[in-house]
T-cell receptor, first 118, second 112 residues
Framework: GAVVSQHPSWVICKSGTSVKIECRSLDFQATTMFWYRQFPKQSLMLMATSNEGSKATYEQGVEKDKFLINHASLTLSTLTVTSAHPEDSSFYIC??????????????FGAGTRLSVL | LAKTTQPISMDSYEGQEVNITCSHNNIATNDYITWYQQFPSQGPRFIIQGYKTKVTNEVASLFIPADRKSSTLSLPRVSLSDTAVYYCLVGDEGTGFQKLVFGTGTRLLVSP
């Protein structure tokens, strides 16, 4: 099956610091990756779409200068939470879009990153 | 974007078959239906995807009626480890399956 690796799985940082989260598709190439955010007992909320070699597309209400996304290769996208504050504490999940024969696509998800900002 | 509606929660017992129905009345011609399973503090896991009629894999079956306005995920003989949240989503092939909007999902509790 398709494997998406996300690191780190858990990070604690001080307020004001920046945190980088990596998302890798291990056994397929992904032109498109996605970043989600999930609060406890809630559903996933799409933050942005990451396209290899181009700028990410952010959802309404998501600060692009706050959440920097880089998709420099077909297997790696990174999300950097800049100047993190306690309200940024959340569960961040990435996914990679795997295109199959016939033009059908399936998103495969990473295990998620728990960010705690003190 | 087609919106999906699912029951908020369901209860079952080990060994029973569980059917979770999802309503997507505004599904577009190019939309596919995909189901995911999510355990606490983990990313969603792909279960099954379909466009029409019936799709079956080693884990589940997906039934889609002709009008495609609903779909039913069938889990045969559930076990305790199937306790999770199940999400039904519709994705637009025309936009490269972007913008999968997650609804509330169905919280399935399997008891002994």
């Amino acid at each position: 099956g398709a494997v998406v690796s996300q690191h780190p799985s858990w990070v604690i940082c001080k307020s004001g610091t920046s945190v980088k989260i990596e998302c890798r598709s291990l056994d397929f190439q992904a032109t498109t990756m996605f970043w989600y955010r999930q609060f406890p007992k809630q559903s996933l909320m799409l933050m942005a779409t990451s396209n290899e070699g181009s700028k990410a597309t952010y959802e309404q209400g998501v600060e692009k200068d706050k959440f920097l996304i880089n998709h420099a290769s077909l297997t790696l996208s990174t999300l950097t939470v800049t100047s993190a504050h306690p309200e940024d504490s959340s569960f961040y999940i990435c996914s990679a879009l795997r295109m199959l024969a016939g033009g059908i696509g399936i998103q495969y998800f990473g295990a998620g990153t728990r960010l705690s900002v003190l | 974007l087609a919106k999906t509606t699912q029951p908020i929660s369901m209860d079952s017992y080990e060994g029973q078959e569980v059917n979770i129905t999802c309503s997507h009345n505004n599904i577009a011609t190019n939309d596919y239906i995909t189901w995911y399973q999510q355990f606490p503090s983990q990313g969603p896991r792909f279960i099954i995807q379909g466009y029409k009629t019936k799709v079956t894999n080693e884990v589940a079956s997906l039934f889609i009626p002709a009008d495609r306005k609903s779909s039913t995920l069938s889990l045969p003989r559930v076990s305790l480890s199937d306790t999770a949240v199940y999400y039904c989503l519709v994705g637009d092939e025309g936009t490269g399956f972007q913008k999968l909007v997650f609804g509330t999902g169905t919280r399935l509790l399997v008891s002994p």
